[in-house]
């Protein structure tokens, strides 16, 4: 039929197997899924375990010393302390360490509250990655690959599982820290996928996307007009250049047409009661708040249906000094981390949803001194701390380990692809099959490693 002639419920019928494909796949789901939902907090910059979760005792009694040859035979360094002309010294942290919870996990005075919730986590000590700079750790954390262009988990969750919301994007980005995202859209980019697929960022104030509202001038039926002829004239376009990212152009235009209405209750914290306000530590409008905001927000997006929450938080770079500034961020980020996981288990969501805790890599046990009368810690890529809580997994659990001085992994080893894998295992997909043909290749999260770990699922 000329399209020019096709009616609305023409138009539907015709299209709706081209828009499914885009934004409602059928599930990739391989075996039975444990989770729906996905919620990845990640901490940018790499967070020292060291001063977290990891507690070392063995450490402390070789603080500002030379470590024995024969503790450091066999272990590489990501790269050792550029800005020091004798060997760098270890350094024990000036935490103070309690064990918590049934599983004896330890956690220092700076994230009491995450301690709290203790039983409902799983513990990943000993995580490897492949790259010790920033930006291609990031990457790699994110898409599996430290080259950009890749699809990040994000996209390749909705590629797989579509997603439940109609009236919001299957894949968003909230991001906060006093110092910007500086991570980059390439870190929730779809990459070679189908641009239907990648992160969208929100706000937490305001408009969740600039320009979002209708302008003062236009009716609500002349928005939908417009939005229907824009959607004509794009599928004119399709039968011409046979174009199929045109379907997500007609895609986008419809939900951002549904999200005027959804967007704005989404982010009305109106009719959340003051406890909850209070147990997150929100305050919308806040800048300081901006990450309690955003666990909030979370918890509101999957309530909603929507499949893969991203949040990037910000100045965990601590060359320099563990003292204020990592005070000041673990500040940020403890009470909401510890209100979420207890938010979605109150409301029976924590079952079907996996929250993640974690950053690009982790920190050094050698200190780092860049300023006279500070110490640091320098990047370290084989032998770093995630949790996670959620569906399928062994609650109160530690998965892995550290020898005594933090420096390499104990037991069976760990990596960034094993994580990607497990995570893809708990939504019900085998990360072997969930695979992209690109320029010739198939590709997939996990390039052509990963393991899945099953000593950490229930």
Known sequence: MNPLLQTRRHFFRNSSLSLAASYLQAATRHHEAKIDHVIY????????????FDYKPELTKYDAKTAPAELLKGKRFAF???????????????????????????????????????????MFHGVSTDNFNHGPAKLFMNTGSVRAGRPSIGSWVT???GSESK??????????????????????????LPTSYQGVPFRSTGDPILNLSTPKHVTPDQQR????????????????????????????????????TSGPELIDFGKETPETMAMYGAKPGAPEHAFANNCLLAR????????????????????????????????????ATAA??????????????????????????????????????????????????????????????????GFSPTGQPMHVHD???????????????????????????????GEVIHRALS
């Open 159 to 161: 590629y797989g599982l």
């Open 225 to 260: 007009q417009t939005i229907e002829l824009l959607r004509d004239l794009n599928a004119i376009e399709k039968t011409h250049t046979g174009d199929t990212e045109i379907d997500t152009r007609i895609a986008q235009y419809e939900m951002a047409f549904r999200m005027q």
């Open 41 to 52: 907090l990640f901490q940018a910059g790499g967070p020292s375990q060291l001063e977290l």
């Open 167 to 192: 009236d919001l994007p299957g894949f968003v980005v909230l991001q906060s820290g006093p110092r910007g995202p500086r991570s980059g859209a390439q870190l929730w980019s779809s990459g070679f």
């Open 419 to 449: 994580i990607q894998a497990t995570l893809l295992h708990l939504l019900g997909i085998d990360h072997k099959k969930l695979t992209f043909r690109y320029q010739g290749r198939d590709f997939r999260l996990t390039d052509v490693a």
């Open 300 to 335: 509101r997006l999957v309530e909603r249906g929507v499949r893969f929450v991203q949040l990037y938080h910000t100045d965990w770079d601590h060359h320099d000094d563990l003292t204020k500034p990592l005070e000041q961020v673990t500040r940020e980020v403890d009470q």
């Open 340 to 405: 979420l996981i207890k938010d979605l288990k109150q409301r029976g969501l924590l079952d079907r949803t996996l929250v993640i805790w974690g950053g690009e890599f982790g920190r050094t046990p050698m200190g780092e001194v860049r300023e006279k009368g500070k110490i640091g810690r320098n990047h370290h890529i084989d032998a770093y701390s995630i949790f996670m809580a959620g569906g399928g997994l062994k609650k109160g659990t530690i998965v892995g380990g550290t020898d005594e001085l």
């Open 80 to 122: 050792m302390d550029t800005f020091s002309k004798e060997p760098p010294k270890m350094l024990g942290t000036r935490r103070q360490f309690k064990q918590s919870g049934n599983g004896g996990m330890h956690f220092s005075d700076l994230i009491p509250n995450i301690a709290t919730v203790a039983d409902e986590l799983t």
